[in-house]
């Protein structure tokens, strides 16, 4: 780095120190968005954004790879060869900042990237307006009159004075701060880096970069430098024709889809907060409903309460009553018949049989096993069950209050009195509560057995389908006909009527064979086919005919010999009593 741009540097910290405490510092492009400072050295990425050099340094590098490097221009300039030789090189990739795009940092560092002249502008402007006296950046003692722009450093009039004696500042260019400030606006000669005092005025189309004339005069004499004003317009129409003819449309192209989607977002975020709102609407509703339906349950449950101790009271108070009635009566009469002379007992049997005849008549008498305090074992709370609607929601959970009466079930179908040996039949069981209203809910506990009432070791195997609202399907084949016993037990207890009678008949036996003449007619003459009638036949054939011997002399069925068409098939141990060929059946044809 030359001193000049040492010196620059130097100059932007102190300005940084003096200007940004005061929050002067207004102007973005004049400040470093790593270190958000003024820039110091500012040179461009290749992604064309800007940062100070030291600020580049000291980003993490991404990936680094090894390439093949041809030294640049700048090589061939600062050793003087135009020739260009091939040496191996690390290439250092990093993230730009501000975009994230990848960029390749030269071999050299951040010094061989392009000098952001631009943003030096900005820079030296935003120090011009800054309200306050400049400093000498010299002496320090001064306030600066003028710029140096070669060195980049404000002075006063002595260091002016000074600057212009020494031979090797003499040519420097120094222009009066106040000009400056009323410009507005910097035109700031870009110099050499190479030879401080010269400007940039030619441009060298092979090397493809501005030089100065003493570069051109010493470093690029064989090439063809010409007059940066006669090249700008074939650069800058180049410049020109991508930003206008393809940058700028795509921008409009960008701006309009990033609106749509910044749109987009806009009505998601309103619609997800509607929605949201919605939910929070309904939540709280529901939880009203909800709490609604709670007070309701518990309401019920506490007028049933008080309906099941008023039935308590009631039954309490009545057998109360009766004992009291039973106990006068009984202890009146055995002290009278203890106590009692015979005329005492003669003269008060009367109305002692009356009474006692009355008490035995008409008194409460409930048979114990009809008695059955309710203890409330029979309510429960069914969270799963529908409960029907509040305000429009649907809410689950219901109060049950039903107790199988095993004195009110009923059993529905006739497949509880008939069945037929072979074939499924079935019964439903439906459990009753006290009232006789169907009960809503399975559960029970149900119990059925078919035994033979002949056979005890002859049983049905049964199947119990609960069917989840109070009835229960039964299902059962029985093998063999008879009579037998079923029992239906809720809870181990019968049902009323249990044990029920089950008659099973036989199954209805089906012929096998054809009704025919005889065989020799049915199976064409065949000497094979048989007949399961008593006929013979001669010649070897094994099945009966017309007039022959045995034969029933009318239509018959070639499997049983029956001569009823519309009949059983005979069992086997008829045709070995009525046949002394035992059972034949005709071949099938």
């Not at 006296?133 to 003692?141: F, I, N, Q, R």
């Not at 609202?469 to 063999?480: A, H, K, N, Q």
Request: hydrophobic share 30%.
């Amino acid at each position: 780095m030359s001193e000049c741009e040492q010196r620059g540097n130097t100059e932007q910290q102190t300005l940084r120190s003096e200007h940004e405490p005061n929050g002067s510092l207004v102007n973005p492009r004049a400040v470093c968005n790593v270190c958000r400072r003024l820039y110091r050295d500012p040179k461009i990425l290749p992604c064309l954004h800007t940062f100070c050099s030291d600020c580049i340094s000291q980003l993490e590098p991404f990936s680094v790879s090894a390439r093949s490097h041809r030294d640049g221009p700048e090589g061939s300039r600062e050793g003087g060869e135009g020739a260009e030789e091939d040496r191996p090189a690390v290439t250092v990739t990093v993230l730009c900042p501000d975009c994230d795009s990848e960029v390749d940092i030269p071999p050299s560092g951040p010094g061989g990237l392009s000098t952001d002249h631009l943003a030096l502008d900005e820079v030296f402007l935003e120090t011009l307006v800054t309200d306050g006296p400049l400093g000498c950046d010299l002496c320090g003692e001064g306030g600066a009159e003028s710029r140096c722009e070669v060195c980049c450093v404000n002075l006063c009039e002595f260091c002016c004075q000074a600057h212009r004696r020494q031979k090797r500042t003499a040519s420097h260019s120094l222009q009066c701060l106040e000009e400056l400030k009323s410009r507005g606006r910097l035109s700031r000669p870009v110099l050499c880096s190479l030879h401080p005092g010269q400007e940039l005025r030619l441009f060298c189309q092979p090397c493809d970069l501005p030089v100065c004339l003493e570069c051109a005069t010493l470093l690029h004499r064989d090439h063809r430098c010409r007059p940066t004003r006669d090249v700008i317009n074939r650069h800058g129409d180049r410049i020109r024709e991508l930003v206008a003819v393809h940058l700028r449309p795509r921008m409009e192209r960008l701006r309009d889809s990033l609106q749509k989607v910044e749109t987009s977002q806009e009505t998601l975020q309103a619609r997800v907060d509607a929605t949201a709102n919605e939910v929070r609407a309904f939540a709280r509703a529901y939880a009203r409903a909800v709490e609604a339906h709670c007070l309701s349950l518990l309401h019920g449950l506490e007028e049933l309460r008080v309906q099941r101790r008023n039935q308590l009271h009631l039954q309490k108070a009545q057998l109360q009553q009766a004992l009291l009635d039973v106990g006068g009566g009984v202890e009146f009469a055995e002290r009278l018949l203890s106590c009692g002379s015979d005329a005492e007992i003669l003269s008060a049997k009367g109305v002692t049989l009356r009474r006692l005849t009355s008490l035995v008549e008409n008194s409460y008498d409930p048979h114990p096993a009809t008695v059955a305090p309710d203890d409330g074992s029979g309510i429960s709370f069914l969270p799963r069950d529908p409960a029907g609607e509040v305000d429009g929601y649907p809410v689950v959970g219901v109060i049950n209050s039903k107790t199988v009466d095993l004195s009110k079930c009923t059993i529905e179908g006739e497949g509880l009195q008939k069945g037929k040996e072979g074939q499924q039949s079935h019964f439903t069981l439906v459990c009753r509560d006290s009232a006789g209203e169907q009960v809503t809910r399975g559960g029970e506990h149900v119990l059925v057995s078919i035994v033979h009432k002949e056979k005890k070791s002859c049983t049905v195997e049964t199947s119990v389908v609960d069917n989840s609202d109070g009835s229960y399907r039964v299902s059962y084949t029985p093998e063999e006909p008879g009579t037998y016993s079923v029992w239906v037990c809720v809870k181990a207890q019968h049902v009323k009527g249990s044990p029920f009678v089950l008659s099973v008949k036989r199954k209805f036996r089906r012929h096998s064979g054809t009704f025919h003449c005889c065989s020799f007619c049915s199976s064409g003459g065949a000497k094979e086919a048989r007949c399961g009638c008593a006929g013979t036949m001669p010649g070897g054939f094994k099945g009966c005919g017309h007039g022959h011997k045995g034969h029933p002399g009318k239509p018959h069925w070639s499997c049983c010999g029956s001569t009823v068409e519309q009949s059983e098939c005979l069992p086997q141990s008829v045709l070995a009593a009525v046949s002394p060929r035992g059972h034949l059946r005709t071949v099938e044809l």
